[in-house]
């Protein structure tokens, strides 16, 4: 079946503007994850959705940072006035429930001129 | 918090088994043990979990010592393709099952 699937798979933008990271996750799955990865690093936790409402953003590393699954199923990650620092892969995963297996997407690689 | 740790980098050589070591000596009874990899540019990819037993399926092996406190991820003919970064992951079931990856093990397999 079809897997997490993440749109774009690569956004340049410039310093200051605002984007938007698309996940799309396994249907069915009630959990979804977003996590960033900078280079040689392993992926760091972001924020977490179970069903619509999020259930825990500890990860998210200032206001900047923002995200919405309005449905439960789409999640959208927004960022606003990017900076260079926030260059890194988003990587989206979802799982079944919150204690089920996470599966993973592709990523979007993010670069902030 | 249920830490791992795991050597940065290891060698293998092509057909040969890759045993992947991980320490997670404060692991607590309710927490499993999670191994994922990624290659290069891609997604992390799941390989295995257990709790307590050992498990087994097409992709590989997880050998996990009776008090829990370390395991080895066993690949046991390794290819080419196995090249990649292992996470051994304590999953924290009381957060949300979120995971917290460490710095991996760099495993090259050589022909």
């Known amino acids: 079946g079809a897997g997490v699937s993440q749109t774009p798979s690569n956004k340049v933008t410039e310093k200051g503007k605002y984007v938007e990271l698309r996940c799309d996750p396994i249907s069915g799955h009630t959990a979804l994850y ?18 619509t409402g999020a ?11 923002f995200a919405v699954r309005p449905e439960g199923s789409v999640s959208t990650l927004k960022i606003q006035r990017t900076e260079r620092g926030d260059s890194a892969v988003y990587l989206c995963a979802s799982s079944l429930t919150v204690k089920e297996t996470q599966y993973f997407g592709p990523g979007t690689r993010l670069l902030v001129l | 918090d249920a830490k791992t740790t795991q050597p940065p ?19 607590s009874g309710n927490e499993y043990v999670y191994w994922y990899r990624q290659i290069h540019s891609q997604g992390p990819q799941y390989i295995i979990h257990g709790l307590k037993n050992n498990e087994t399926n097409e992709m590989a092996s997880l050998i996990i010592t009776e008090d829990r406190k370390s395991s080895t991820l066993i690949l046991p003919h390794a290819t080419l ?31």
């Not at chain 1, 996590?35 to 972001?46: A, D, K, M, T, V």
Request: hydrophobic letters at 30%.
């Open chain 1, 34 to 51: 977003w996590y960033r990865q900078s280079l040689g690093q392993g992926p760091e936790f972001l924020i977490y959705f179970q069903g």
């Open chain 2, 81 to 111: 393709r196995d090249t990649a970064v292992y996470y051994c992951i304590v999953m924290r079931y009381n957060q949300g099952g979120k995971l917290i990856f460490g710095q991996g093990t760099e495993l090259s397999v050589k022909p």
């Open chain 1, 55 to 65: 259930a825990d953003d500890s990860g998210l590393p200032n206001d900047r940072f």
């Open chain 2, 9 to 27: 980098s290891m060698d293998c050589a092509e057909g040969r088994a890759a045993n992947l070591p991980c320490n997670h000596s404060t692991i």
